[in-house]
């Protein structure tokens, strides 16, 4: 790859969590960095932070990937600047607790816009310009819930099933290329996820949850050796192993359990 110095990585949900971390990674390795989120203080903030301690230029897109035209927007403000994005990371992505006959079809409707349709714009507009230019890496934020059925998040399981599948087929697509692809597939990791998705009282949370800064490095250091994919955390890869033998049935039946309000268990 080119000099480092002369790279972009754009991150979107990068103010927060595991894109944050991810954006510490790719300063500290010399990339400029296009900062992707919803509020422009959190950005600017984390702007300052990084040009600061890094050195490297940090432009920043206040963007809404819950709304149906932002993903487009976003790619068209980073061609009139003149960029050229080396690395995409689709970061951001919400869930949504609660059983599926209950929730609000609004809001799950939103949660499919941001993991899947915003991600498949995302990625379809800036893989096209790296084929084109016979370089660049694409980091997808998959989750070990894409290889699990997820009740009491049935939807968000059901996004990242379609992320994973979809970058294993481009993976296969872009083979000739220089173009890499990587899945991210963490387990329950701490970061703001579960107070967005109203699971305060899920039982989860009373698992070892891992922490945002080794996800962040292990899914940078597969991305950077072109790995198709990579389990964060020896515990989330046992599950995804046993999972993979297991009847589908038994493993919704343990994710049922894991998930499930604490409330439930002490009735």
């Known amino acids: 790859m080119a000099d480092a110095n002369s790279n972009y990585a754009l991150i979107t949900g990068a103010t927060v969590g595991i894109g944050y971390e991810l954006a510490k990674l790719f300063a500290h390795d010399g990339y400029n ?4 989120a919803r509020t422009e203080e959190d950005l600017q903030n984390r702007a300052n932070e990084f040009s600061q301690q890094y050195g490297v230029q940090v432009v920043t897109i206040a963007k809404d990937l ?3 035209d ?3 927007q976003l790619y068209n403000e980073v061609k009139d600047k ?7 990371v689709n970061d951001a992505g919400q869930g949504q607790y609660g059983l599926f006959v209950e929730q609000d079809l609004t809001r799950l409707h939103e949660i499919i816009q941001l993991n899947v349709v915003s991600l498949t714009t995302l990625t379809h507009v800036f893989v096209k310009d790296m084929v084109a230019r ?3 890496r694409i980091l997808q934020l998959a989750s070990i819930a894409s290889q699990l059925p997820g009740p009491w998040q049935a939807v968000y399981h059901a996004t990242k099933a379609y992320v994973l599948s979809l970058t294993e087929a481009l993976i296969v697509e872009l083979k000739d290329t220089g173009v890499t692809l990587t899945a991210l597939q963490p387990g329950a990791t701490d970061t703001d996820f579960f107070n967005k998705a109203e699971m305060q009282d899920s039982k989860i949370l009373d698992s070892n949850l891992s922490d945002p800064a080794k996800v ?3 899914g940078f250091e597969a991305l950077m050796k072109g790995d198709d994919k990579v389990v964060s955390g020896l515990k989330n890869k046992v599950m995804v192993g046993m999972s993979n033998v297991m009847p589908e049935s038994m493993v919704a039946e343990q994710m049922d359990k ?6 439930e268990s002490s009735k």
């Open 33 to 36: 960095l296009i900062l992707v």
């Open 66 to 68: 819950f709304q149906p």
């Open 70 to 72: 932002a993903a487009m």
């Open 82 to 88: 003149g960029l050229e994005v080396n690395v995409l």
């Open 134 to 136: 016979n370089e660049g």
């Open 216 to 218: 962040a490095k292990d």
């Open 258 to 263: 894991m998930q499930q309000p604490k409330s």
